[in-house]
């Protein structure tokens, strides 16, 4: 027998999920509070430790919506979006998400060489952890 729950709660997740991360209860759409992950990403982590400030967050995330865009990162589709045969596409190779990452990462080795790049792309977009604080601070002056 089950029965009505006091609390007007949408559970979301496992012990896991609340071992390893912060869980903050949120209103939804519906009646319900939900539980979303607030540093499910390594850059939300260091956002939450004060490693980084909004600002190079922010960056981060732009850095990482660049490489969805280019297909570096994929995501998992979105099925509500509405498909149009209407053919009012940018075909302009030129304004493609390949080539404003291309630009993106070019910017960042010109200005931190290859290492640079490669700190990017494996705890920005990667979403490699690490708990090394030469390799954070040296994201969070790339991301400044």
Do not use: C
């Not at 939804?28 to 540093?39: H, M, N, T, Y």
């Not at 404003?100 to 200005?111: L, S, T």
Request: charged share 25%.
């Amino acid at each position: 027998m089950t029965s009505k729950s006091l609390s007007e709660i949408n559970e979301v997740g496992n012990r896991g999920t609340h071992d390893h991360h912060v869980v903050e209860l949120e209103p939804s759409d519906s009646a319900f509070l939900r539980g979303r992950v607030k540093d499910q990403r390594f850059i939300d982590h260091l956002l939450m430790k004060d490693q980084i400030s909004m600002e190079q967050h922010r960056r981060g995330e732009h850095l990482l919506q660049l490489a969805v865009s280019a297909s570096v990162y994929l995501t998992s589709p979105k099925f509500t979006g509405v498909v149009s045969g209407g053919g009012g596409s940018n075909t302009d190779i030129y304004s493609s998400g390949l080539m404003r990452w291309h630009r993106e990462e070019k910017r960042i080795r010109k200005k931190w060489g290859d290492a640079g790049v490669v700190v990017i792309h494996d705890h920005v977009v990667l979403d490699v952890w690490t708990d090394e604080g030469e390799k954070v601070g040296f994201l969070s002056r790339i991301l400044s």
